[in-house]
């Protein structure tokens, strides 16, 4: 499968990563060198197979349901960018 | 006395047990030859004045109860520090301070242990040459011109120029053994599960794992008992007692079946790697182990899916860094433009390469394609190794397909960079153990190593066979120090 | 009850059109802490304190399962009797957004913990049964605020992570009252299973509304729509009647309908094509790599079962049955938990009948005329059940009884010392009604020759004089008897 530059558009504003335009043709030849290479897989017949769910035989653990953590405004804050005393803030979201 | 610096883990922790030097003549020495590693550039944050501070209060405490007591030890900067600027080799994380400690490190820390310095490595450990850093290249101590590996490049590194005692590293898909490989040290991978994932930054969570970088196997020993252990906030930890790994290392592997994979003899690699798998094997059997010819038919297929399976996850993982909570940002008009912008300027080419590969195999119609093709066929590889550890204990294999490459030689070419890890990457898509340990050298005298692959949780027979293959191959340091 | 025949349908100028509506409803499970992290859920506390790094997608930062939730999730599961699947898978949705602070939602995709079930709905047409297709377990998101600031959003992460159940039934609503009844259907259930408050002003109950149309009698379902987020019955109403009218307009306008998602704007009672989640709608979902598969051990499921607390159906027909109320009542009591709750109190040493009465009549106008719930009555069912066995044991007269009722209403007052205090128990002395009849006879000396000359009307006259007599005391029973004897 060859990822032509519309793809590689498509894909990377699901990814949000904005690309220059000037970038596009050298990113579909890497992407479709890189997927000409994976589809060898194609080769494999795996009507059979049962896809991998878990690479570790045990069950999911839990734990029990009691508040242990929060009240840590600062630190989840420290961070970021862009925040005032109670908020991160970002660009205006249009809805 | 040789320099400190030069010592083994080890021995160090042993020296200053018994008081033959302190904790801060230990730190100090270590400090010295750091400092004059510029060149190597493995280091991203250093905290030598933290880590000597600690040095002299150990001195005065004299607790020598934990396994690392004393010691200082740098580690790849893919581990979150309590404090200390945390980058994943990426621009952006470049500004990014944690407010916690990965589980990992914090194990080092109750073992007596403290933070020297955060390593160089590959953007978010996507790499195997350590070219893709925000933070520049590292160079192998081998040759100013040569790569160190990949993605633990700075770990590998600092530990062969003696910049640090020992470190950790992280191994995805090679990128703990392929960069001991090409650096003439000890890297292994612990089974899937074995150590928390808690507080590393996350590549493919499914194949990420945490494992020491030592200069020998009696290191490799301590520091990945030191390490392990099941954690509550890891749901993919294992519930099983850690082992002392240290005081059960014995050479004494008589009996031992080792499988040998006809499926890794590919095409094209240099007869220098296949004389030195047939080195190993005169080795193993000169310990007294049992040779046995097996066959793990789907190992081609391994790069394949885990170019597939990596990337898919990592696009996912990497969703996170949007410039809201930390970390890089950039303008932009509104909320999505200041997304596009943030992470088109934060992340490098490689990083960008394999989010927009996992975006595309996950997209809508393709999923069954690849992902899920994907899996099935990591379900195949992981049955052609159940069969083999039926009749085998152990099996070995290069960790290579070459020694240590020049920087640039494969930068623009990503498959060609992705066939390195070639070896390793089925260890990874299995959840099994694996170590390379140094074994010889190529015709221009830079270091190769062998890979031993062991059943789930038995990193103690790896670790027994590299100890009979250290033993025999007598390997030793052999590059002249250009760097300072 | 009146015989009433289903009659939703949106009559256009060419046809006559039915209306088709299935509902995604999220439930958030009442827990302490949220699904994947040990931060608080509660509602209403200053913004990002109630987050943990795992909340706040930091770097490294993993989910565990809280079990509390998944259990909630298999009673809700059972409470529908719905399949509950042994294995289920937590996948990621992936879209980016400010509120989203890991870039994806866990969620359950192809393996949802719960499989088919179904709500019985009673409607004024009988009894419907809606088919839910799933139940699956999901983290919320947090909270943009758009309105705080001209140029930014500001965002809060408190609700980030806490834990939903997404209930999505098939598409067998039919019209605006029959979502109101499911709506309340479902989250009577819930509530009865505490495993959701159903609040709907703080958000813990909301639903995505998937509207299309079809002309009577045709087979084939329609393009739908899906309106977000509606978080209200009313606002639900009317979004589908705006939207099912849109859709006939169009379609009778010989156009297309295009599969979207659409916003309600509770402004304009109108709903709009919502194009800024066009192109982030594939979600790329996958197996989340940092959970395994959740695999249930059938003994959990059976304990659950037996543990489950008696449901509104079954509630409603042991009340039919045992308390022979008519199905009418019954639904009522069974509608709230905290109704049926009340009345089963009540009635532990009372007549039911009159229980009955005395609820749903005169303390629902009381609860209604001052906006309480049934949970918030000024009147305990304590003192309810006592007004009520005064009445059956004739210390008070049913007059009477309304008037201590009204006076029971401040503070909660038990109605016996009212009683007792404003000395308001029934005269039935026979002796002391004697004496209040004879008096009253004695002075009514001509109507007394009337009513033996033939006028029996005015008996009534004389049981009024008597009572007004006795200030309403005197127990009519008795007043009967006597008077009836004294007359002849």
Same mark, same amino acid.
């Given at each position: 499968?060859?990822?032509?530059?519309?793809?590689?558009?498509?894909?990377?504003?699901?990814?949000?990563?904005?690309?220059?335009?000037?970038?596009?043709?050298?990113?579909?030849?890497?992407?479709?060198?890189?997927?000409?290479?994976?589809?060898?897989?194609?080769?494999?017949?795996?009507?059979?197979?049962?896809?991998?769910?878990?690479?570790?035989?045990?069950?999911?653990?839990?734990?029990?349901?009691?508040?242990?953590?929060?009240?840590?405004?600062?630190?989840?804050?420290?961070?970021?960018?862009?925040?005032?005393?109670?908020?991160?803030?970002?660009?205006?979201?249009?809805? | 006395?040789?320099?400190?610096?030069?010592?083994?883990?080890?021995?160090?922790?042993?020296?200053?047990?018994?008081?033959?030097?302190?904790?801060?003549?230990?730190?100090?020495?270590?400090?010295?030859?750091?400092?004059?590693?510029?060149?190597?550039?493995?280091?991203?944050?250093?905290?030598?004045?933290?880590?000597?501070?600690?040095?002299?209060?150990?001195?005065?405490?004299?607790?020598?109860?934990?396994?690392?007591?004393?010691?200082?030890?740098?580690?790849?900067?893919?581990?979150?520090?309590?404090?200390?600027?945390?980058?994943?080799?990426?621009?952006?994380?470049?500004?990014?301070?944690?407010?916690?400690?990965?589980?990992?490190?914090?194990?080092?820390?109750?073992?007596?242990?403290?933070?020297?310095?955060?390593?160089?490595?590959?953007?978010?450990?996507?790499?195997?040459?350590?070219?893709?850093?925000?933070?520049?290249?590292?160079?192998?101590?081998?040759?100013?011109?040569?790569?160190?590996?990949?993605?633990?490049?700075?770990?590998?590194?600092?530990?062969?120029?003696?910049?640090?005692?020992?470190?950790?590293?992280?191994?995805?898909?090679?990128?703990?053994?392929?960069?001991?490989?090409?650096?003439?040290?000890?890297?292994?991978?612990?089974?899937?599960?074995?150590?928390?994932?808690?507080?590393?930054?996350?590549?493919?969570?499914?194949?990420?794992?945490?494992?020491?970088?030592?200069?020998?196997?009696?290191?490799?020993?301590?520091?990945?008992?030191?390490?392990?252990?099941?954690?509550?906030?890891?749901?993919?930890?294992?519930?099983?007692?850690?082992?002392?790994?240290?005081?059960?290392?014995?050479?004494?592997?008589?009996?031992?079946?080792?499988?040998?994979?006809?499926?890794?003899?590919?095409?094209?690699?240099?007869?220098?790697?296949?004389?030195?798998?047939?080195?190993?094997?005169?080795?193993?059997?000169?310990?007294?182990?049992?040779?046995?010819?097996?066959?793990?038919?789907?190992?081609?297929?391994?790069?394949?899916?885990?170019?597939?399976?990596?990337?898919?996850?990592?696009?996912?993982?990497?969703?996170?860094?949007?410039?809201?909570?930390?970390?890089?940002?950039?303008?932009?008009?509104?909320?999505?433009?200041?997304?596009?912008?943030?992470?088109?300027?934060?992340?490098?080419?490689?990083?960008?390469?394999?989010?927009?590969?996992?975006?595309?195999?996950?997209?809508?119609?393709?999923?069954?394609?690849?992902?899920?093709?994907?899996?099935?066929?990591?379900?195949?590889?992981?049955?052609?190794?159940?069969?083999?550890?039926?009749?085998?204990?152990?099996?070995?294999?290069?960790?290579?397909?070459?020694?240590?490459?020049?920087?640039?030689?494969?930068?623009?070419?990503?498959?060609?960079?992705?066939?390195?890890?070639?070896?390793?990457?089925?260890?990874?898509?299995?959840?099994?153990?694996?170590?390379?340990?140094?074994?010889?050298?190529?015709?221009?005298?830079?270091?190769?190593?062998?890979?031993?692959?062991?059943?789930?949780?038995?990193?103690?027979?790896?670790?027994?066979?590299?100890?009979?293959?250290?033993?025999?191959?007598?390997?030793?340091?052999?590059?002249?120090?250009?760097?300072? | 009850?009146?015989?009433?025949?289903?009659?939703?349908?949106?009559?256009?100028?060419?046809?006559?059109?039915?209306?088709?509506?299935?509902?995604?409803?999220?439930?958030?499970?009442?827990?302490?802490?949220?699904?994947?992290?040990?931060? =608080?859920?509660?509602?209403?506390?200053?913004? +990002?304190?109630? &987050?943990? /790094?795992?909340? $706040? %997608?930091?770097?490294? *930062?993993?989910?565990?399962?809280?079990?509390?939730?998944?259990?909630?999730?298999?009673?809700?599961?059972?409470?529908?009797?719905?399949?509950?699947?042994?294995?289920?898978?937590?996948?990621?949705?992936?879209?980016?957004?400010?509120?989203?602070?890991?870039?994806?939602?866990?969620?359950?995709?192809?393996?949802?913990?719960?499989?088919?079930?179904?709500?019985?709905?009673?409607?004024?047409?009988?009894?419907?049964?809606?088919?839910?297709?799933?139940?699956?377990?999901?983290?919320?998101?947090?909270? =943009?605020?758009?309105?705080?600031?001209?140029? +930014?959003?500001? &965002?809060? /992460?408190?609700? $980030? %992570?806490?834990?939903? *159940?997404?209930?999505?039934?098939?598409?067998?609503?039919?019209?605006?009252?029959?979502?109101?009844?499911?709506?309340?259907?479902?989250?009577?259930?819930?509530?009865?299973?505490?495993?959701?408050?159903?609040?709907?002003?703080?958000?813990?109950?909301?639903?995505?509304?998937?509207?299309?149309?079809?002309?009577?009698?045709?087979?084939?379902?329609?393009?739908?729509?899906?309106?977000?987020?509606?978080?209200?019955?009313?606002?639900?109403?009317?979004?589908?009647?705006?939207?099912?009218?849109?859709?006939?307009?169009?379609?009778?306008?010989?156009?297309?309908?295009?599969?979207?998602?659409?916003?309600?704007?509770?402004?304009?009672?109108?709903?709009?094509?919502?194009?800024?989640?066009?192109?982030?709608?594939?979600?790329?979902?996958?197996?989340?790599?940092?959970?395994?598969?959740?695999?249930?051990?059938?003994?959990?499921?059976?304990?659950?079962?037996?543990?489950?607390?008696?449901?509104?159906?079954?509630?409603?027909?042991?009340?039919?049955?045992?308390?022979?109320?008519?199905?009418?009542?019954?639904?009522?009591?069974?509608?709230?938990?905290?109704?049926?709750?009340?009345?089963?109190?009540?009635?532990?040493?009372?007549?039911?009948?009159?229980?009955?009465?005395?609820?749903?009549?005169?303390?629902?106008?009381?609860?209604?005329?001052?906006?309480?719930?049934?949970?918030?009555?000024?009147?305990?069912?304590?003192?309810?059940?006592?007004?009520?066995?005064?009445?059956?044991?004739?210390?008070?007269?049913?007059?009477?009884?309304?008037?201590?009722?009204?006076?029971?209403?401040?503070?909660?007052?038990?109605?016996?010392?009212?009683?007792?205090?404003?000395?308001?128990?029934?005269?039935?002395?026979?002796?002391?009604?004697?004496?209040?009849?004879?008096?009253?006879?004695?002075?009514?000396?001509?109507?007394?020759?009337?009513?033996?000359?033939?006028?029996?009307?005015?008996?009534?006259?004389?049981?009024?004089?008597?009572?007004?007599?006795?200030?309403?005391?005197?127990?009519?029973?008795?007043?009967?008897?006597?008077?009836?004897?004294?007359?002849?």
């Amino acid at each position: 499968m060859s990822i032509d530059k519309d793809t590689v558009k498509h894909i990377s504003k699901l990814a949000r990563i904005s690309l220059d335009e000037n970038k596009v043709e050298s990113l579909s030849k890497d992407l479709t060198s890189i997927m000409k290479f994976i589809e060898s897989l194609n080769e494999l017949n795996t009507d059979k197979t049962t896809p991998l769910t878990s690479i570790i035989n045990a069950s999911l653990k839990s734990r029990k349901d009691e508040v242990k953590d929060g009240k840590i405004r600062n630190q989840i804050l420290k961070n970021s960018p862009e925040k005032n005393d109670e908020f991160f803030v970002v660009p205006k979201v249009i809805e | 006395m040789s320099k400190i610096s030069e010592l083994s883990l080890t021995k160090i922790v042993n020296g200053i047990k018994k008081k033959d030097f302190s904790s801060e003549e230990v730190t100090k020495s270590f400090i010295d030859s750091s400092k004059k590693s510029k060149k190597l550039n493995t280091y991203i944050t250093e905290c030598f004045d933290e880590a000597l501070k600690f040095s002299k209060n150990f001195d005065k405490k004299k607790d020598y109860k934990g396994l690392l007591s004393g010691v200082p030890i740098a580690v790849k900067d893919l581990f979150c520090t309590k404090n200390v600027k945390t980058t994943a080799g990426s621009k952006i994380l470049h500004n990014f301070i944690p407010t916690y400690e990965s589980t990992v490190t914090n194990n080092l820390w109750s073992q007596g242990a403290f933070l020297l310095g955060k390593l160089n490595c590959d953007e978010f450990a996507m790499g195997s040459s350590n070219e893709t850093s925000f933070f520049g290249n590292v160079k192998n101590p081998y040759g100013e011109k040569l790569v160190p590996g990949g993605s633990s490049g700075g770990s590998a590194s600092a530990l062969a120029a003696g910049l640090t005692p020992a470190t950790i590293g992280t191994d995805t898909g090679g990128s703990i053994r392929q960069p001991a490989s090409f650096t003439g040290t000890v890297g292994l991978k612990p089974t899937y599960g074995r150590c928390s994932r808690w507080g590393i930054v996350a590549f493919a969570s499914s194949l990420d794992q945490a494992g020491p970088m030592t200069n020998n196997v009696e290191d490799s020993a301590l520091l990945l008992q030191a390490m392990s252990g099941y954690d509550s906030k890891d749901s993919t930890s294992v519930d099983k007692k850690v082992e002392n790994y240290s005081s059960n290392l014995t050479e004494k592997i008589k009996g031992l079946k080792i499988g040998i994979p006809k499926e890794y003899r590919v095409d094209k690699m240099p007869t220098e790697i296949d004389d030195l798998w047939k080195k190993g094997i005169e080795y193993l059997k000169d310990a007294g182990a049992i040779i046995k010819n097996i066959s793990l038919e789907h190992t081609m297929y391994a790069l394949p899916a885990y170019y597939i399976v990596a990337p898919a996850e990592a696009s996912s993982n990497l969703a996170r860094y949007d410039g809201v909570k930390y970390g890089h940002r950039a303008r932009g008009k509104n909320l999505i433009e200041m997304y596009e912008n943030t992470r088109s300027e934060g992340f490098g080419n490689e990083v960008k390469r394999r989010i927009l590969i996992g975006t595309y195999v996950l997209s809508s119609g393709y999923y069954d394609a690849y992902y899920l093709k994907a899996q099935k066929v990591r379900q195949l590889i992981k049955n052609d190794f159940d069969k083999a550890f039926k009749d085998v204990d152990a099996i070995l294999t290069p960790s290579t397909p070459s020694s240590a490459f020049k920087i640039g030689d494969k930068s623009d070419d990503p498959v060609s960079m992705y066939l390195n890890d070639i070896f390793t990457v089925p260890v990874n898509l299995s959840g099994l153990p694996a170590i390379s340990v140094p074994a010889g050298y190529d015709k221009n005298n830079l270091p190769l190593g062998l890979q031993l692959i062991g059943k789930a949780f038995d990193e103690q027979t790896i670790l027994n066979l590299s100890l009979a293959i250290e033993k025999r191959a007598n390997f030793k340091k052999n590059y002249k120090v250009w760097w300072s | 009850m009146t015989e009433k025949k289903f009659d939703y349908f949106i009559s256009g100028e060419k046809a006559k059109w039915e209306v088709i509506i299935g509902l995604e409803v999220h439930a958030q499970v009442l827990s302490q802490s949220k699904l994947f992290s040990s931060s =608080s859920t509660k509602f209403g506390s200053e913004p +990002n304190t109630q &987050v943990s /790094l795992v909340d $706040s %997608g930091f770097p490294g *930062m993993l989910p565990v399962i809280n079990q509390f939730c998944v259990e909630q999730s298999i009673k809700t599961g059972l409470g529908l009797k719905a399949k509950i699947n042994l294995n289920s898978v937590f996948d990621r949705k992936n879209y980016f957004y400010a509120d989203l602070p890991q870039g994806y939602q866990i969620s359950q995709y192809k393996n949802p913990i719960v499989g088919e079930g179904e709500v019985i709905l009673d409607m004024p047409y009988g009894s419907k049964k809606i088919r839910i297709e799933r139940l699956h377990l999901e983290q919320d998101a947090g909270k =943009s605020i758009h309105d705080m600031d001209p140029e +930014n959003s500001f &965002v809060d /992460l408190n609700r $980030s %992570g806490v834990a939903l *159940m997404e209930i999505v039934s098939k598409p067998d609503l039919r019209s605006p009252e029959e979502v109101n009844i499911y709506i309340k259907k479902l989250r009577s259930i819930m509530r009865y299973l505490e495993t959701c408050d159903g609040n709907m002003q703080e958000g813990s109950l909301r639903a995505d509304v998937n509207v299309s149309v079809r002309k009577v009698g045709d087979k084939k379902y329609g393009t739908r729509c899906e309106i977000k987020n509606v978080n209200s019955i009313k606002f639900m109403q009317a979004a589908i009647e705006y939207e099912a009218n849109r859709q006939v307009q169009l379609l009778e306008a010989g156009k297309t309908i295009d599969q979207e998602t659409r916003l309600f704007d509770t402004k304009k009672n109108s709903t709009r094509s919502m194009r800024s989640k066009e192109d982030a709608h594939d979600y790329r979902y996958f197996p989340d790599p940092d959970l395994l598969p959740l695999n249930l051990d059938k003994s959990l499921i059976d304990k659950l079962k037996k543990e489950l607390p008696e449901l509104p159906d079954q509630k409603k027909e042991r009340f039919i049955k045992e308390h022979n109320l008519s199905p009418y009542e019954a639904n009522i009591l069974v509608s709230e938990k905290e109704i049926s709750d009340y009345y089963e109190e009540v009635i532990k040493e009372c007549d039911k009948k009159l229980a009955i009465n005395w609820i749903t009549v005169e303390l629902f106008a009381v609860l209604n005329k001052k906006n309480l719930s049934i949970t918030q009555s000024p009147i305990s069912a304590k003192n309810l059940s006592s007004l009520i066995k005064m009445i059956t044991s004739g210390k008070i007269s049913g007059k009477i009884a309304k008037d201590v009722f009204e006076k029971m209403q401040t503070g909660d007052k038990d109605p016996k010392q009212i009683v007792e205090k404003e000395g308001l128990l029934q005269q039935s002395d026979p002796k002391e009604l004697e004496k209040i009849i004879v008096s009253v006879i004695s002075k009514n000396q001509d109507k007394v020759t009337q009513y033996k000359s033939g006028k029996e009307k005015l008996f009534g006259y004389f049981v009024g004089e008597v009572m007004k007599a006795s200030k309403g005391k005197a127990n009519p029973q008795l007043v009967n008897e006597i008077l009836k004897k004294k007359l002849h």
